[in-house]
């Protein structure tokens, strides 16, 4: 039962993390580009669609294991550590409120899917023809 404790909190954590990183994206004393990868890092993980879809075996829990927890580790280094303590408080404070969506990074993760399946589609017509 100590694992399952375990786990919880630690996905409180990410949950608290994800949302102050969210909030240092908006603050204009973070540096461009780490805002930017903070954007892109918060998108996806807020992205009610998923790069790697989850009901591909193995790969499709990748991007949630692996991906994200790289991107926020990359995107807390980036950020000015007051700056982000502050966002964490805030962020803690803010717990309870639900998750958000990024429509913006589901928009974004549709186009990259039917840019693929075009691409495919293209191929294999050439293929045939």
């Not at 294991?65 to 990359?74: A, E």
């Not at 982000?84 to 928009?107: C, I, M, Q, Y």
Request: charged share 20%.
């Amino acid at each position: 039962m100590n694992l399952f404790a375990n786990w919880k909190v630690r996905a409180r954590q990410l949950k608290t993390e994800a949302h102050a990183l969210y909030l240092a994206c908006r603050d204009p004393r973070v540096p461009w580009y780490a805002r930017i990868f903070a954007a892109l890092a918060v998108g996806y993980l807020f992205s009610p669609i998923d790069l790697i879809p989850d009901f591909i075996p193995v790969i499709g829990y990748l991007d949630d294991l692996v991906l994200v927890p790289l991107f926020i580790v990359i995107a807390r280094r980036l950020i000015p550590q007051d700056v982000l303590a502050e966002h964490r408080e805030r962020a803690r404070a803010a717990t309870g409120f639900g998750k958000p969506k990024s429509w913006g990074a589901a928009v974004v993760i549709v186009i990259v899917w039917m840019t693929m399946m075009v691409l495919i589609a293209l191929f294999v017509w050439r293929r045939v023809q």
